[in-house]
């Protein structure tokens, strides 16, 4: 199985500001994605973290708020951009490692607090 | 979007008894399964899964029923621990496409 880290475990933010989140796992995974999780809800699919091009982003999450970089197979960051209240919640990092395997494993998770 | 539901958002049992979680999917192409376990403050952590050409798979204590036809998938845990409680989480997955969640039930395992 894919052993998935994130940095940071958690955060208290300001309103206003930015908060970037790093994703490593310590195997090659073809597929990575980013997801939220708003307290005592089920996950949310933000965007799939494409390697060296821009992600794809679902319904309702844009580029501009959602920065995502994903520069090699391995590695990915997710920016929380301008943040407000709103955006307090777990961010979860996930991979896939196909062909071997269509399981997906999650990140900790990132807690974050917007005040 | 997909519809991934589960039948209880909460579930009380008594240590030792066996736990039985439920999850209805609405789209019948959906060909692999999976449950994950969430403690709190943790991510979601891989406990089984299965594909649409099982009807049952087994692990350790847990084991994962899929019936095709009334597309409805569950997970059973044998001789429930403290150890299990948790946020269960089912997922379905359409071959090229993401992961549909449900939503969620929480599991309270009584000594």
Known sequence: SAVISQKPSRDICQRGTSLTIQCQVDSQVTMMFWYRQQPGQSLTLIATANQGSEATYESGFVIDKFPISRPNLTFSTLTVSNMSPEDSSIYLCSGITRPSTDTQYFGPGTRLTVL | ??????????????????????????????????????????????????????????????????????????????????GDSAVYFCAENIPGNQFYFGTGTSLTVIP
């Open chain 2, 1 to 82: 979007g997909e519809s991934v539901g589960l039948h209880l958002p909460t579930l009380s049992v008594q240590e030792g008894d066996n736990s039985i979680i439920n999850c209805a999917y609405s789209n019948s192409a959906s060909d692999y399964f999976i449950w994950y376990k969430q403690e709190s403050g943790k991510g979601p952590q891989f406990i089984i899964d299965i594909r649409s050409n099982m009807d049952k798979r087994q692990g350790q204590r847990v084991t994962v029923l899929l019936n095709k036809t009334v597309k409805h998938l569950s997970l059973q845990i044998a001789a429930t621990q403290p």
